[in-house]
């Protein structure tokens, strides 16, 4: 079955004091939506085709660029609109907060590792945090539409939470100002879907 769009479960405009209505609108519509069709078209007719993109991405390195960038962008960007919410904000509880404190120190330095691995990555790319495959937490950042679940991936895991960093998700409100958006966007972070994400993986 073709990969399709996933449906937002909030308004373009609902994520306003991040993320303006009309970078939502263009993100998802016409960015994320022609790497569903170039990822869906390069596919086309080969094994692939029919494969969940987590396999296609846990292969990557055996297929074509247009599948990496293109299933990449399509995998990235159905984790990015998941884990944020006009309700997001604030700070983990539970099993994820403790991890968090016991890696990182603190919320506030695995925040500021976070936006550092998002303000440095050069050119376009992610922010991730992962659950390794030793289940630890780790920070990292991709290029491009890479991803840790590619087996060409430097630092390999299931991420739970990822930060878009190329122009196209914060340009037209926030211009060069890369980290003006890294700091605005963890209020709409939705801790309740990162959590989940995070005992899935554990």
Same mark, same amino acid.
């Given at each position: 079955?073709?990969?399709?769009?996933?449906?937002?479960?909030?308004?373009?405009?609902?994520?306003?004091?991040s993320i303006d209505a009309q970078t939502m609108e263009i993100h998802y519509s016409?960015?994320? +939506? =022609?790497?569903?069709?170039?990822?869906?078209? &390069?596919i086309a007719g080969t094994e692939w085709d029919?494969?969940?993109?987590?396999?296609?991405?846990?292969?990557?390195?055996?297929?074509?660029?247009?599948?990496?960038?293109?299933g990449g962008g399509h995998f990235n960007h159905t984790l990015f609109w998941s884990i944020l919410s006009p309700n997001g904000g604030g700070e983990p509880t539970g099993a994820l907060a403790d991890d968090i404190a016991s890696t990182f120190g603190s919320f506030s330095a695995f925040r500021d590792q976070v936006?550092?691995? +998002? =303000?440095?990555?050069?050119?376009?790319?992610? &922010?991730?945090?992962v659950v390794t495959p030793e289940g630890k937490l780790a920070v990292c950042s991709t290029p491009n539409q890479d991803n840790p679940v590619m087996d060409i991936a430097e630092v390999k895991g299931t991420p739970i939470l990822g930060i878009d960093v190329w122009e196209h998700a914060y340009y037209l409100r926030y211009q060069n100002r890369r980290p003006d958006y890294l700091k605005a966007i963890w209020d709409v972070i939705s801790w309740d879907a990162v959590a989940q994400r995070y005992a899935d993986a554990k």
């Open positions: 079955m073709a990969f399709q769009l996933p449906e937002l479960s909030y308004d373009y405009g609902a994520l306003d004091k016409k960015h994320h +939506g =022609a790497y569903v069709t170039n990822c869906n078209n &390069a029919d494969k969940p993109i987590e396999d296609i991405m846990a292969n990557v390195s055996k297929l074509t660029p247009a599948v990496r960038n293109n936006n550092t691995a +998002g =303000a440095t990555r050069f050119g376009s790319g992610w &922010a991730w945090l």
